[in-house]
């Protein structure tokens, strides 16, 4: 489906529906000195100075007009007990029963979202094997949480991705 940017005025073919950061931010904004000797990251989880510990999961948004979801892949950081228990039911077989839910807090900053995003608050739910976990936010009234509750139109979504492009 096309769509015509209202930052740039260009048509593009496909509008994008998941952004992600790649890692937390207090991770992505050190040297890579500093990452070589106080963090270990992974496609899934991170650890800095042995007492940040994050896990990466899904922010889902609701598209109004279909079945499909805007996805944020976001990272959140956990307690040390849960960031531990969260690796040792990794693989796990029904790990979305047995475990969690769990409590966390958004370690990206969000810039097209005001207030802040970064320490937003967040339930974190597992999801089967393979599924990255689900995060909920809990402060309701946050712009990202209404939108996780109501849904997004197209538009809003065109409206989003152009900012995000650019």
Not at 45 to 58: K, L, N, S
Not at 152 to 162: A, I, K, N, P, R
Request: hydrophobic share 40%; proline share 5%.
């Amino acid at each position: 489906m096309s769509w015509t940017c209202v930052t740039c005025g260009q048509s593009h073919d496909d509008i994008p529906l998941s952004f992600a950061a790649d890692y937390p931010d207090d991770y992505a904004n050190m040297s890579i000195e500093e990452r070589e000797q106080r963090a270990i990251a992974g496609s899934d989880q991170c650890v800095i100075d042995e007492d940040q510990f994050y896990i990466r999961g899904c922010l889902e948004i609701p598209l109004l007009e279909s079945d499909g979801v805007f996805l944020w892949g976001l990272w959140a950081s956990v307690w040390k007990d849960d960031y531990l228990e969260i690796s040792e039911c990794w693989k796990e077989e029904g790990r979305e029963t047995a475990h969690g839910p769990f409590l966390g807090r958004l370690g990206n900053s969000l810039k097209v979202y005001s207030p802040v995003t970064l320490n937003l608050k967040v339930s974190i739910k597992l999801r089967p094997v393979g599924e990255r976990p689900l995060f909920l936010v809990e402060n309701l009234d946050h712009p990202l949480a209404i939108a996780q509750q109501t849904g997004m139109t197209h538009q809003q979504v065109h409206d989003l991705v152009s900012l995000l492009m650019h």
